[in-house]
């Protein structure tokens, strides 16, 4: 069979991993695509670093256009990332009748729903495995795998900088902004973390998850997005006091009213799978209505990890490079005709279970204050811990946790229990999932 000429965008982490690993496992990867996979062509700025991966037995340059317009190209492997250039590229190859595999989450969870459009009436393909959760074939599972279920929930630990960061809080019982350092330090957190740390890579790759699951347009945009840098080591302390963990997780619930779609901490009970998910590591739980929960694990990130997710993509275009496009299987998992139009909700509407954290003086009548206004807005406690001050103090924590409530009358409760003298500080507060 002729081979199948890739041309690749990007020779850095996972597109050295991507060259290296398709070399390798040539021969494997032939038996199982039907056909040689070849990448022919490596654009990148970097050209000397390109000829040292590459060995320079294929062509180089530092102009990726002529790449993605080159007629001999089948495949383009779009690794820069980026809304940017990354973006013009992806269409440009679309429009030369390229099929694209790329890993660039950001990009889809905000253009794709004009990307997908573009590549179905050019009836070529876009695959992203390895853009959600690395070497984990979430993407396949949700698209393929459990497409017999009505998909109720997902929840996961997405982005592996920040389950770094938050399993060395609790292990060390560190601040946030030393163990930053640390993962900085080891390569697991860019010298810029903000997308990391505030959670906007997660919110990127639960948007993505959130449309195969539900069969909605990507909307990044009406994600709620809440990252872990306000996170105290008290509070993870105290969390695991109540028999809980703190994970930044991406949740996409389906609600009768509409669907959720947040990023935030949250406390899961300690027994869970998904709460023992330490280090850098990814783990996605989804629970269908046939299939119940199913739990995804592995490596999130990393050069030979997302490079597994890129070469799978590659060999499942490969298969289909000559299927007839409607034959295929969807981009979003649903025809693009059944692509619904359903609410997201405001955080504000969004209903679960709250750990309230509050600094206050140690006086009689405290308490009752606090659950009097608690009780007015309708929300019940499950749980509370209360402190003994430290010698010499006058002030200790009160720790609730509470059962489902609302989030906009938790909001009207800190409000008011914030503007009572006996409360002396901001209170913390963190949702709480008994998945």
């Known amino acids: 069979m002729k081979p199948i000429n890739v041309g690749l965008l990007g020779i850095g982490t996972v ?7 398709l070399k390798r496992n040539e021969e494997e990867i032939t038996r199982r695509a039907g056909r040689p996979i070849r990448i022919t ?22 102009d990726a256009f002529s790449v993605v317009t080159d007629p001999e190209i089948d495949i383009v492997v779009e690794l820069i990332g980026g809304y940017g250039i990354a973006k013009e590229l ?18 889809l969870a905000v253009h794709g729903n004009e990307i997908f459009a573009a590549a179905q009436k050019k009836g070529v393909m876009v695959a992203f495995e390895a853009a959600v ?51 900085q330090r080891l390569g697991y957190a860019e010298a810029d973390p903000t997308f990391d740390i505030e959670g906007v890579d997660a919110a990127h790759k639960a948007t993505l998850m959130a449309s195969i699951a539900f069969g909605v347009p990507v909307q990044f945009d009406k994600a709620y997005v809440e990252g872990i840098t306000k996170l105290e ?48 590591m990814n783990a996605v739980l989804v629970q269908g209505d046939a299939v119940g929960a199913t739990l995804y694990y592995g490596k999130g990130a990393g050069a030979e990890p997302t490079a597994s997710a890129v070469i799978a993509d590659l060999v499942d275009v490969t298969r289909l490079h000559t299927a007839d496009p409607e034959h295929r299987v969807p981009h979003l998992a649903f025809q693009p005709d059944q692509i619904a139009e359903v609410r997201v909700l405001p955080i504000d509407e ?10 206050v003086l140690d006086k009689p009548g405290v308490l009752a204050d606090i659950t009097r206004i608690l009780a007015d807005q309708s929300i019940s406690i499950d749980a509370m811990l209360q402190r003994e001050p430290e010698e010499g103090e006058s002030q200790t924590d009160i720790i609730i946790l509470t059962h489902l409530t609302i989030e906009g009358n938790v909001d009207t409760a800190i409000a008011k229990i914030e503007s009572l003298d006996s409360v002396t500080g901001q209170v913390t507060r963190l949702r709480l999932e008994n998945l």
């Open 41 to 62: 062509a490596v654009a990148d700025k970097n050209l000397e670093l390109a000829r040292t991966v590459t060995g320079g037995d294929v062509r180089l340059t530092d």
């Open 90 to 107: 992806v269409l440009k190859a679309i429009e030369n009748g390229k099929h694209v595999v790329t890993a660039n989450k950001a990009l």
């Open 350 to 359: 969004v209903e679960t279970s709250y750990y309230l954290r509050l600094r």
């Open 233 to 280: 080591a008290a509070d993870i302390k105290y969390a695991e006091q109540l028999g809980y963990r703190i994970k930044l997780l991406g949740i996409a619930r389906r609600r009768p009213q509409g669907i959720e779609l947040r990023v935030h901490p949250t406390l899961i009970p300690e027994k869970r799978l998904i709460a023992n998910v330490e280090g850098a």
């Open 15 to 21: 597109g050295g991993g991507t060259f290296t690993v």
């Open 133 to 183: 959760a690395g070497g984990i074939p979430i993407i396949k599972a949700l698209r393929e795998g459990l497409s017999a279920n009505r998909i109720q929930w997902i929840a996961g630990i997405i982005n592996g900088t920040t389950n770094f960061i938050l399993s060395e809080m609790r292990d060390k019982g560190l601040p946030f902004a030393e163990v930053l350092k640390e993962a």
